[in-house]
């Protein structure tokens, strides 16, 4: 007689590799991330395993323990995620199990993947990201264990390939099946790139591109360049390294060749450079504000906020660049349009006006002006922004040539917010689940505390809001001193003082809409205050 045999943490021991992680979805395109994220895990062992009493998490705070009876098959890939059910919601996935949203995420950039068993043994670990070697095709493409290697270590990361087969709502993956093969690829990759004005005249000038590679070393490669002279790092010899290109005319564009083909290779890498703008900067009068990566459907959620610190008469001098996951800059990607500002303007470069309209609510016509940006606004919480005028960068957020994945400046569904120069963050993944700014964990600063009714957030408390007598309750169920500071729209300090009585005095403050930052202890609380 036979039958199906089901293990469970009562009847025997785990070992690592009974259950293997064969495919994951961090990145969808098709819906937001908040319902499009899923794992794929096989059970390689000859029965069924419980995983009632297991644990999914990551290094970090993401943790999810499963509490109830969920049988993954013997030989099966089973499918769990982080949206709902139903193929309707979460891009036409067919799941096996929904762990729901706020518990584990999958980061963007990099992560990690990581099935405890009911006695905390470590059964499998995946540390993916491209500092880890693992392929990253962005937004819509699935990251997949070559099926040849379910027995290998699935924590190197030239064991997987990103899938290629559609599934559901247009996304590339193979949930609940075996995985697409990895085609044979090129090893080799080019990496951040620079291109620097050797001077910055009136005239013609001459520029010189660097541009990085890796993984090469071991064929014979031929490096061209449409213009310019070829130098730096031969590729044939040196696994990792530079080619510069130097002598390019200042307003040529030029392609860079990295091929082995001739020779029986798979690597005919290009890469597109565009000339900078060698022209004297002059004066910079718009400055980033802040970085949006707002948990909302497909793109919509990603803003640039940039202010004006004085009367700029034509605002397409300046633009925005995305650098993606530490690759280095990608240049120019928007271009501010044919206008003319004034001088504590604030702007809001978006991909969509009705969502961020339903996100910001009233604060929505505070903006000065609400632009519609092109694909280019693309950052996902882990990428730089550079700002440009005239083509050269005159400020940056974040690093170009780091992931921002674990770094200090990650604003993964969340922000990034400026004030008296410094940037501040919302917590990553703070405004999932959220559909307005007022209604979120963390609500963006330039739209916080809106509200007449008085505010209460981290403990603190700052009444009335408006002021209208020329003082401010600001009381703390935190032990330890109060620390305040006010900012103008402009993002100047104009009161900073520690208070004893509870009372902030804001007689000598003109009317207007002011930033208030309260700190106490390790807590600090951002609300907007109107002073009548």
């Known amino acids: 007689m036979y039958g199906t045999v089901t293990v469970n943490a009562a ?24 319902v499009g994220e899923w794992l794929e895990i096989y059970n390689s062992t000859g029965a069924d395993i419980d995983l009632n009493g297991w644990t999914l998490k990551d290094d970090g705070s993401d943790s999810h323990t499963f509490s109830t009876s969920v049988i993954v098959p013997s030989g099966v890939f089973f499918v769990m ?31 990690e993947i990581i099935i405890l068993d009911p006695s905390l043994n470590e059964i ?165 504000q802040g970085i949006l990566d707002l948990s909302l459907s497909s793109s919509d959620g990603k803003a640039i906020h940039v ?29 501010f349009p044919v206008m003319s500002v004034l001088s504590g303007d604030h702007i809001l470069v978006v991909r969509s006006e009705a969502a961020m309209q339903a996100y910001f609510e009233s604060c929505y016509g505070d903006f000065n002006y609400v632009l519609l940006g092109n694909s280019a606004i693309s950052q996902n919480g882990d990428d730089a922004i550079e700002l440009f005028k005239n083509g050269s960068v005159v400020e940056t957020y974040g690093d170009i040539s780091v ?15 400026k ?13 999932d689940g959220s559909s307005t700014s007022s209604a979120s964990d963390c609500p963006y600063p330039f739209c916080s505390g809106l509200s007449t009714s008085d505010l209460i957030h981290n403990e603190i408390s700052v009444y009335p809001n408006p002021v209208d007598g020329g003082f401010v309750a600001i009381k ?27 009372t902030l005095d804001v007689r000598a403050i003109g009317s207007g809409v002011y930033l208030l930052r309260v700190s106490v202890a390790n807590q600090t609380s951002t609300t907007k205050l109107i002073i009548k």
């Open 11 to 34: 009847s025997q021991n785990f070992n690592p590799g009974d259950i293997v992680v064969t495919e994951f979805m961090n990145d969808s395109d098709a819906v937001s991330d908040t």
């Open 81 to 111: 995620g982080r949206g709902p059910a139903d193929p309707s919601q979460n891009g036409g996935l067919n799941l096996d199990h929904s762990y729901g949203d706020g518990v584990f995420t999958l980061g963007n950039g990099g992560d």
């Open 124 to 288: 499998d670990r995946v540390e993916y990201g491209s500092a880890n070697g693992f392929p990253d095709g962005g937004p819509g493409f699935s990251i997949s264990l070559e099926p040849t290697l379910l027995n290998d270590d699935n924590n190197v990361g030239s064991n997987w390939c990103l899938s290629t087969s559609i599934y559901g709502d247009g996304d590339s993956g193979t949930p609940g099946l075996a995985n697409d093969v990895c085609s044979p690829v090129c090893e080799a990759s080019l990496g951040s790139q620079d291109a620097v004005c050797d001077a910055s005249t009136t005239g013609v000038d001459t520029y010189t591109v660097t541009l990085n590679y890796s993984g090469a070393g071991t064929s014979d490669f031929v490096v061209t360049a449409t213009s310019g002279t070829v130098g730096g790092d031969d590729p044939s010899t040196t696994a990792n390294g530079s080619i510069t290109v130097s002598g390019i005319a200042e307003g040529t564009d030029i392609t860079i060749t990295m091929d082995d083909t001739a020779t029986g290779g798979l690597c005919a890498l290009t890469r597109e450079v565009t000339s900078p703008v060698c022209q004297p900067t002059g004066s910079v009068d718009l400055e980033l």
């Open 307 to 335: 202010i004006a610190i004085d009367d700029i008469a034509d605002l397409s001098v300046y633009g925005i660049g995305v650098a993606n996951n530490g690759g280095g800059t990608d240049g120019e990607e928007y271009s």
């Open 403 to 417: 992931d921002g994945t674990g770094q200090t400046w990650e604003y993964m569904d969340s922000w990034a917010y």
């Open 419 to 431: 004030i008296e120069g410094e940037w501040t963050y919302g917590a990553v993944n703070c405004t």
């Open 476 to 502: 703390s169920q935190i032990l330890g001193e109060i620390n305040v500071k006010l900012f103008d729209i402009m993002g100047r300090c104009v009161l900073s003082k520690q208070i004893n009585s509870e």
